[in-house]
């Protein structure tokens, strides 16, 4: 056995090992947490924060990071063509074995833009922000955000892995990039973000709309099957 169908062999173990953990409940709630659209408060909360710290400057620094979104986002479709590595859901050798509800997404896998584009927002503001207590809370939200892809059948662990450390590296990339930019270009214009970062009073407040909020999807979920709705 080659050193690649050894990796895979262990990928396709751990794929079936952490996929084999699931319920009604949590099925809904990954199905939930999967999907853009349930985050955008957070994003919203993100771009509040962004512009109140650096004021003009946040121009750049949105579209930067919009920018670097796109990149990791273009970057792993084309990965995804090239390798051209089958998800979990399209495996004919999984057929029957993974726990899928979703959809089967699209045909190719390697590797994850989900997980790719969490890790670039999670890396990119944890440098911005200079907050070891913001650092740690969107370093696990991008950890569940990706999870969720494995929960529901649609990606190997290696998928996200990668997805992970190409989204660390363009995040960081599109950080040196606003302090270049502020250095060439507006050095006058204040605040200088490179010692400009988020207080514990302001990092407080992600802690607690992340717990709010997360909180009342999992209460509603939890509701609405108690009053059979799914049903």
């Given at each position: 056995?080659?050193i690649?169908d050894?990796i895979?062999?262990?990928?396709?173990?751990?794929l079936?090992?952490l996929n084999?953990?699931h319920?009604?409940f949590w099925d809904?709630?990954?199905?939930?947490?999967?999907?853009k659209?349930i985050?955008?408060?957070?994003?919203?909360?993100l771009?509040?924060?962004?512009?109140?710290?650096?004021?003009?400057?946040s121009?750049y620094?949105?579209?930067?990071l919009?920018?670097?979104?796109?990149?990791?986002?273009?970057?792993?479709?084309?990965?995804?063509?090239?390798?051209?590595?089958l998800?979990p859901?399209?495996?004919?050798?999984?057929?029957?074995?993974?726990?899928?509800?979703?959809?089967?997404?699209?045909?190719?896998?390697?590797?994850?833009?989900h997980?790719?584009?969490?890790f670039?927002?999670?890396?990119?503001?944890?440098?911005?922000?200079?907050?070891?207590?913001?650092?740690?809370?969107?370093?696990?939200w991008?950890?569940?955000?990706?999870?969720?892809?494995?929960?529901?059948?649609?990606?190997?662990p290696?998928?996200?892995?990668t997805?992970?450390?190409?989204?660390?590296?363009?995040?960081?990339?599109?950080?040196k990039?606003?302090?270049?930019?502020?250095?060439?270009?507006f050095?006058?214009?204040?605040?200088?973000?490179?010692?400009?970062?988020?207080?514990?009073?302001?990092?407080?407040?992600?802690?607690?709309?992340?717990?709010?909020?997360?909180?009342?999807?999992?209460i509603?979920?939890?509701?609405?099957?108690?009053?059979?709705?799914?049903?």
């Open positions: 056995m080659g690649l050894a895979r062999e262990i990928d396709q173990s751990l079936l090992f084999s953990f319920n009604s809904r709630v990954n199905v939930l947490w999967t999907s659209e985050w955008y408060p957070f994003y919203a909360l771009l509040y924060f962004i512009i109140k710290k650096y004021r003009r400057n121009i620094i949105i579209i930067i919009a920018l670097a979104i796109a990149v990791s986002d273009q970057f792993s479709g084309l990965i995804k063509d090239l390798t051209q590595r998800r859901s399209h495996d004919p050798t999984l057929n029957g074995l993974i726990h899928n509800i979703l959809n089967k997404g699209g045909l190719y896998g390697f590797f994850s833009a997980a790719a584009n969490s670039t927002v999670a890396a990119f503001t944890a440098f911005l922000f200079r907050n070891r207590w913001y650092s740690i809370l969107i370093f696990i991008a950890i569940v955000v990706s999870y969720t892809r494995i929960y529901l059948g649609l990606h190997f290696l998928d996200i892995l997805g992970c450390i190409w989204g660390i590296l363009t995040g960081f990339a599109a950080y990039t606003i302090l270049w930019i502020q250095k060439k270009y050095r006058s214009m204040q605040p200088d973000i490179s010692s400009t970062y988020l207080t514990v009073e302001e990092s407080v407040t992600f802690l607690l709309f992340l717990f709010v909020y997360v909180g009342t999807i999992l509603t979920i939890n509701r609405l099957a108690h009053y059979q709705f799914f049903n």
